[in-house]
């Protein structure tokens, strides 16, 4: 499944220049926990709850006191502290998942880069891609299978081929990299041969690890 399908649009952004302070307004009138951060239409960073708390007043005598302190002047773009991570609206959400994973962050700004200039098309949370997978457990009916394959080129190891050559009416695929070379397949399917499903898997060197009914 593509970004473009779990992703929030339109993005809630905030202006390179804003101040902390506003930004962090911003926020809890929004109930918003991140957002991209824009330098005209150019996607720089992104900003989050967690890096507004230490700068901005929190109560309102905290309020009334730090009114004069530069910290809840400065330009929220002076929280930036990393290079920007973005995902395209047609990349995979396993590849995004990956990336949240990799980099410790809670979401991506979604970025389409196929016209004159990058545009802001959304953004895609760790909250978005559990609705997605809950929206799918949920609906989804037949049998979900976690494989692992042997240590062989992918090409040779096609677990959606495999399902075709057995009738089985296969929904949805994901596939994660393990050590050593190998593969972890999670397929959700519908077959009238579960049995020989699992035959011709093992026949091909993949061993199943789980098998559930939906």
Same mark, same amino acid.
Request: proline share 6%; charged share 25%; with cysteine.
């Given at each position: $499944?593509l970004?473009? *399908?779990? $992703?929030?649009?339109?993005?809630?952004?905030?202006?390179?220049?804003? *101040?902390?302070?506003?930004?962090?307004?911003?926020?809890?009138?929004?109930?918003?926990?991140?957002?991209?951060?824009?330098?005209?239409?150019r996607?720089?960073? $992104?900003?989050?709850?967690?890096?507004?708390?230490?700068?901005?007043?929190?109560?309102?005598?905290?309020?009334?006191?730090?009114?004069?302190?530069?910290?809840?002047?400065?330009?929220?773009? @002076?929280?930036?502290?990393?290079?920007?991570?973005?995902?395209?609206?047609?990349?995979?959400?396993?590849?995004?998942?990956?990336?949240?994973l990799?980099?410790? %962050?809670?979401? +991506?700004?979604? /970025?389409? @880069?196929?016209?004159?200039?990058?545009?802001? %098309?959304?953004?895609?949370?760790?909250? !978005? /891609?559990?609705?997605?997978?809950?929206?799918?457990?949920?609906?989804?009916?037949?049998?979900?299978?976690? +494989?692992?394959?042997?240590?062989?080129?992918?090409?040779?190891?096609?677990?959606?081929? /495999?399902?075709?050559?057995?009738?089985?009416?296969?929904?949805?695929? @994901?596939l994660?990299?393990?050590?050593a070379?190998?593969?972890?397949?999670?397929?959700? +399917?519908?077959?009238?041969? +579960? !049995?020989?499903?699992?035959?011709?898997?093992?026949?091909?060197?993949?061993e199943?690890?789980?098998?559930?009914?939906?």
């Amino acid at each position: $499944m593509l970004v473009r *399908s779990a $992703m929030s649009a339109p993005a809630e952004s905030v202006d390179a220049d804003d *101040s902390c302070a506003a930004v962090w307004q911003r926020f809890q009138e929004r109930r918003l926990r991140r957002a991209p951060i824009v330098d005209g239409r150019r996607v720089i960073g $992104m900003v989050t709850d967690r890096d507004l708390f230490p700068v901005v007043a929190r109560t309102v005598d905290e309020l009334d006191e730090g009114a004069a302190h530069s910290s809840h002047h400065k330009p929220v773009r @002076s929280l930036i502290t990393r290079d920007l991570l973005g995902i395209a609206p047609n990349d995979h959400i396993e590849q995004a998942a990956q990336l949240l994973l990799r980099a410790k %962050v809670g979401g +991506l700004p979604v /970025i389409d @880069s196929s016209g004159a200039s990058p545009k802001l %098309v959304g953004i895609l949370t760790e909250s !978005d /891609i559990f609705r997605l997978f809950v929206r799918r457990t949920l609906t989804q009916r037949g049998h979900r299978l976690v +494989l692992r394959s042997p240590a062989r080129p992918a090409a040779e190891l096609d677990p959606a081929a /495999i399902c075709v050559a057995a009738g089985a009416r296969l929904f949805d695929l @994901s596939l994660f990299p393990l050590e050593a070379g190998r593969t972890s397949a999670v397929l959700q +399917l519908d077959t009238d041969d +579960l !049995d020989g499903l699992l035959e011709r898997f093992r026949q091909a060197g993949y061993e199943p690890v789980l098998v559930e009914q939906n």
